[in-house]
């Protein structure tokens, strides 16, 4: 009392809580509790204080004492308004933190039963989640106490918040909802009269309805309750309300007569929108969320106004030719360009593939592309026969700023698929023609991955032959120097993508497998060591962020794959240094690897690739034995 009669409301404040405190642990009546209560009413006059005096960090401070004091005398109402307004100046000032002080503040208002108020807390952190489920709960309070207008406020509101969320289903509902009991209540008071208090509150209900159409896009039934909510405040001469009303109405008018094609209409309506929206802003009284809904609005009507007549433009071309096999996956590129002024929305993409070509990767859709902004995909077929096609793959479907929606066709494209050759020497010429266009087909579409393959297919094609044909063993080497190439190509590609997803690090990981590969076979064991240790490291990366356990096991079988030419690679290293030993102790290692998983795959083809590798670090193990024997 001493400190509050010499102003040190600061000192005046810590001892009424020090007295709170001390009489809280005695336990011996509730006059304590007064000291909690003049605590708080001097901490948040102290905080209002330095608000005034531009001193944010002690208005903070205070404010969060005040709540702090408020919570001890269970007064979560108050304690939620001091710990907002700690947050609201947190936000505003970008200090501290606001997002941990504003979920108090719900938490506190969740506790006083004031729904709404922990709503509106969430929201100022984005919680938009938290929001909606609170609105909901308000909600369903208001109408268990049959408070019709309240009920349609808060699944209102929840619908906004289900909107930012992008979830359509709840988002439906709750505007559904909203609908019905603003109706509701709009019914039961032209039945039973409006009493005084409820004047403003039917022409509310009618601009709850017309918004809540027109977040569900019924365009028809938003004019209609726009038009009444206009036309009951101008009776009532409610001005400000008139003036909202109106631009809302003039806007979704402006969107029916450009559905219909008349643009001069729309014009008319959308200078009328943006004029009313003006003047609604100017005249004030929204808080800060509102005032940005309401300037959103308007930026869009002006939008509007500009993109009347103008058509959006946009092509899709894709690779002209593409050579695969039978089985073998094809990729076709694309690039989806949009050629005009306005941007283009919602852009999706339909198959027009005959039934022999299977599609296995579609293209992703794209949300939006802004003017002269284009965009690269491709797609990934299969199929189990061989043929020729001459065909536009795909459509694309898009919309442009009004909602208005569009179809193009691709370029025409010619696909050739063969079987796969098999290295025989008897198809020697086949064999090297097929891989030959295999690969250059690949390198020419940019397909850096699978031109490795087909690079790698002819190195291994001239090693298989070198044995009958001298000259062919110096372009083994060249093909498979172009399938290094080829791959590192590919991994350039990838690392330049800022957050790889799962398929695209297997795809980091398998390219760094197969130059290892390649290394081997040309007898480069240092750098082919290097690149399978990396894969390994990639294929590891892999796994810790695989869900899915089928997956995992995949990765992991191709993994060991890496392991167990690793070991043979090591082994041979070895050799060169005459660590004869380490060596047979490396290659009964990469046999036994292999051992562990052949059987596992799935693809009789990579089952033979296996067998294959398995007995070359056999026959090494024979040959290091003999020699050692002798």
Not at 76 to 101: P, S, W
Not at 156 to 172: F, H, S, W
Not at 267 to 286: K, Y
Request: contains cysteine; hydrophobic residues 35%.
């Amino acid at each position: 009392e001493c400190y509050k009669l010499l102003g040190d409301y600061g000192y005046a404040a810590d001892f009424y809580l020090k007295y709170a405190e001390h009489g809280a642990l005695e336990e011996k009546g509730t006059e304590y509790l007064e000291g909690y209560k003049k605590s708080a009413e001097l901490y948040s006059k102290i905080g209002d204080t330095r608000l005034k005096e531009n001193n944010p960090v002690e208005a903070i401070k205070y404010y969060k004492k005040a709540a702090m004091s408020y919570d001890s005398l269970e007064d979560y109402l108050k304690a939620g308004e001091f710990y907002l307004k700690a947050g609201l100046i947190e936000k505003k000032k970008d200090i501290g933190d606001f997002f941990k002080t504003c979920a108090i503040a719900a938490e506190r208002y969740k506790k006083a039963g004031e729904l709404y108020h922990a709503a509106e807390c969430y929201l100022e952190i984005n919680e938009y989640l938290q929001a909606a489920r609170s609105f909901t709960e308000y909600a369903d309070k208001q109408l268990d106490k049959n408070n019709l207008f309240y009920a349609g406020e808060g699944y209102r509101r929840a619908g906004i918040c289900y909107a930012e969320l992008n979830q359509k289903d709840p988002m439906i509902n709750r505007y559904n909802k909203a609908i019905q009991e603003y109706l509701k209540y709009i019914d039961k008071l032209n039945r039973l009269g409006v009493t005084k208090d409820e004047i403003s509150n039917i022409g509310e209900a009618y601009l709850g309805v017309a918004e809540s159409n027109r977040m569900l896009d019924n365009l028809l039934n938003a004019k209609k309750y726009f038009k009444k909510a206009l036309d009951y405040f101008e009776k009532n001469e409610m001005k400000d309300r008139a003036i909202l009303a109106n631009a809302f109405l003039s806007k979704v008018s402006a969107k029916l007569s450009i559905q219909h094609g008349d643009y001069p209409m729309a014009s008319d309506l959308l200078s009328t929108s943006i004029e009313n929206f003006e003047e609604s802003i100017a005249r004030g009284g929204w808080n800060e969320r509102y005032l940005k809904f309401l300037e959103d609005n308007m930026e869009e009507a002006k939008r509007m106004l500009t993109e009347i007549g103008e058509k959006p433009e946009i092509t899709l071309v894709m690779d002209r030719y593409s050579y695969s096999f039978v089985g073998t996956p094809l990729i076709i590129n694309m690039n989806v360009s949009n050629e005009g002024d306005q941007p283009i929305n919602k852009i999706t993409f339909l198959s027009q593939l005959p039934e022999d070509l299977k599609l296995i990767k579609p293209p992703s859709p794209v949300e939006k592309l802004a003017a002269k902004e284009s965009r690269r995909d491709f797609i990934k077929l299969v199929t189990k026969k061989q043929g020729k096609y001459r065909i536009k793959p795909l459509e694309v479907l898009y919309e442009d700023k009004r909602g208005n929606k569009y179809v193009k066709a691709s370029n025409l494209v010619s696909i050739e698929i063969v079987e796969k050759p098999v290295i025989e020497y008897k198809n020697y010429r086949n064999v090297i023609e097929r891989y030959q266009k295999y690969a250059d087909t690949q390198m020419k579409n940019k397909n850096y991955f699978y031109a490795g393959e087909g690079y790698k297919g002819l190195a291994e094609c001239y090693r298989t032959f070198t044995f009958r044909r001298s000259g062919d063993s110096a372009k083994m080497e060249k093909y498979y120097k172009k399938a290094i190439y080829s791959y590192q190509q590919h991994i350039n590609e990838l690392k330049k993508i800022e957050k790889l997803s799962s398929e695209q690090l297997i795809q980091l990981s398998d390219a760094h497998f197969k130059i290892g590969d390649c290394y081997e076979a040309m007898g480069d064991f240092s750098n082919s060591e290097k690149y399978l240790g990396e894969s390994i490291e990639y294929y590891r990366m892999t796994i810790e962020r695989t869900h899915r356990e089928k997956e995992k096991r995949g990765i992991e079988l191709q993994m060991n794959v890496a392991h167990a030419f690793s070991f043979r690679v090591k082994a041979r290293i070895a050799i060169q240094n005459k660590d004869y030993e380490t060596a047979e102790e490396l290659l009964e290692k990469s046999i036994n690897t292999f051992e562990d998983v052949l059987g596992r795959g799935e693809d009789k083809e990579y089952e033979a690739f296996l067998k294959k590798s398995q007995k070359d670090s056999r026959d090494l193990l024979a040959s290091i034995k003999g020699r050692r024997a002798k």
